[in-house]
């Protein structure tokens, strides 16, 4: 009988980005285009409907048009600026600097004249993305150097220097990663770590572990926990962005 490996089964993971644009021929386009390179693109055809969709998925990317019906792009980077930190790629077919001046202190990360082509679109995407993903990164290595004794959530207690962990008063039998996994998680402070995150955070030491295997460990560090994906107390996988450590009671 052949031994079930959960990595075998395990499909590969989409970038989720979003694209607000009226021209519906040139979102199918875009989509049909980019999902074959890695991304799940959502789109909205009016300002409105984009922010909605913001509010309801974590989106790595905006694609976001200056000239929308309505609600135009300016408008829409405002609002959508108080709740995502994703970087924004903004489509024009204005010409006048001082609107890409405008849309770059809203917040926009680049500008493509509505001229582009597909591949353009695709290495500035792929431009803003990794520049977020090194942001986020080194803001995580940051966290992590923060200097505590122990942590404390509910009945799970970490010792972070004699790297111990306890629930419910008894010792958890944890490998060194999943320690490691359990502390990145924990000095996170209510953030989604993304599978690349805890990676580069984890990097260095004296094991090896790949992108999906993060699942594994995490699956079996939640075993330990007692911890129910579909009800979690601690752990929270968050949907097309990673895991979280839930550090507060909620409703």
Known sequence: ??????TKILMPILMPILMIDDDTKLCRLVKDYLEPHGYAVTLAHTGQSGLEQIQTQNFQAVILDVMLPGMDGF???RQLRRVCDAPVLMLTALGDES???VGLELGAD????KTFSTRELLAR???VTRRAALSASQSLKEALKVEADEFTLGELRINFAARRASLR???LNLTPLEFDLLTCLARATDRVLSRDQLLDAISGRSYEVFDRSIDVHISSLRRKLGDDPKQP???RTVRSAGYLLIQREED
């Not at 680049?110 to 004249?113: A, M, N, R």
């Open 110 to 113: 680049d500008y493509l004249p």
């Open 75 to 77: 408008a829409v980077l």
């Open 1 to 6: 009988m052949t031994e079930f490996n959960p």
């Open 99 to 101: 609107d890409r001046i």
């Open 125 to 127: 995407l792929r431009a």
């Open 233 to 235: 107390k601690y752990i």
């Open 169 to 171: 008063g008894e010792p």
